[in-house]
C-alpha cells in the first residue's frame, strides 16, 4: 500500500513532498496542520506506513503530534523535518518517538532514500515471517521474533520497529560489542543518509523502557570508544 501521511504548513513545500513521493508509487495524504493530521490519522479506514512531519506549525506542532501519533502505533514509521541549525529539536524529537530526521533544505534523492529506507524497516516489522527460532530469552527478558515483542518479567515492553531491531541485534549478540557503524548498518542500512549520532539518541530512548536505573544502565552498556554491548551477566 505504501501510504504516508505528510504534515507541513507551507503549502509550496508540501506539495513538494507530495509530488516526489506519489511519483514513486506512495499513497499520499497531506495535512496543514497537526490538528488536521490527527483527523485524517484516526478517521483513515487503512492505517498509514510513514508519517512525515514538520516541527515548526502553528497550533500543534510537530513534537506533539509525534508523541500523539507514537501513543496510537508503535510501528508506525515517523520522520522529522528540521531545519539545519536546530539540533537539540534533532534529539528531541527521536527521544519522543520518531525514528528518523530529514534537515532543511533537502532533495528530493534524499528525501526519497531515507522515507524508502524507513518503509522497508516498516514493511519488515509488520511481515508475519518464519523464523527458525521463536524466542531468544535472555534473563528476565524474552525476546520474541514471530510476534516481534519483548517481555521484561513477563511485562510487555512497547518498542517501535526501529528499538525491536536494535533489540534482535543486541540479542542475537548476547556480551558482544558492537559498534556504531555495525548498529547502524544493521538497523537503518548500509545506503543510510543521516548521522551516526542517531544510533546514540535511539540507545537513550531504548534504555528509558528497559532499564531499571536508565543513568546506570545494567543491561544496555557502553563501551567506550567504540559502541555498545547487551550485558546477559
Not at 499520499?28 to 490527527?38: D, F, I, R, T
Not at 534537515?103 to 529506507?117: G, H, I, N, Y
Not at 542475537?172 to 556504531?180: G, H, K
Request: hydrophobic share 40%.
Amino acid at each position: 500500500m505504501k501510504k504516508i501521511l505528510i504534515v507541513e504548513d507551507e503549502a509550496a513545500i508540501r506539495e513538494f513532498e507530495a509530488i516526489n513521493l506519489k511519483r514513486v508509487g506512495y499513497n499520499v495524504e497531506e495535512a496543514g496542520s497537526g490538528e488536521e493530521a490527527l483527523e485524517i490519522f484516526d478517521s483513515a479506514t487503512e492505517g498509514f506506513d510513514i508519517a512525515l512531519l514538520d516541527i515548526s506549525m502553528p497550533g500543534m506542532d510537530g513534537f506533539t503530534l509525534c508523541k500523539e501519533l507514537r501513543k496510537r502505533s508503535q510501528t508506525l514509521g515517523i520522520i522529522m523535518l528540521t531545519a539545519r541549525t536546530q539540533e537539540m529539536d534533532k534529539i528531541s524529537g527521536l527521544m519522543l518517538g520518531a525514528d528518523d530526521y530529514i534537515t532543511k533544505p533537502f532533495s528530493p534523492t534524499e528525501l526519497l532514500a531515507r522515507v524508502d529506507s524507513l518503509y522497508r524497516r516498516v514493511e519488515m516489522h509488520n511481515q508475519k515471517t518464519v523464523v527458525a527460532i521463536d524466542e531468544i530469552v535472555l534473563g528476565d527478558f524474552t525476546l520474541n521474533l514471530r510476534k516481534r515483542t519483548l517481555l521484561k518479567g513477563g511485562k510487555n515492553i512497547e518498542l517501535t520497529q526501529v528499538e525491536f531491531q536494535m533489540v534482535e541485534y543486541f540479542f542475537q549478540n548476547p556480551d558482544v560489542a558492537l559498534d556504531r557503524t555495525d548498529i547502524l548498518n544493521r538497523v537503518w542500512g548500509s545506503n543510510y543518509f543521516g548521522e551516526e549520532k542517531i544510533v546514540d539518541v535511539n540507545m537513550r530512548r531504548l534504555r528509558k523502557k528497559i532499564e531499571d536505573d536508565p543513568s546506570d544502565p545494567k543491561y544496555l552498556v557502553t563501551v567506550w570508544g567504540m559502541g555498545y554491548k547487551w550485558n546477559s551477566n
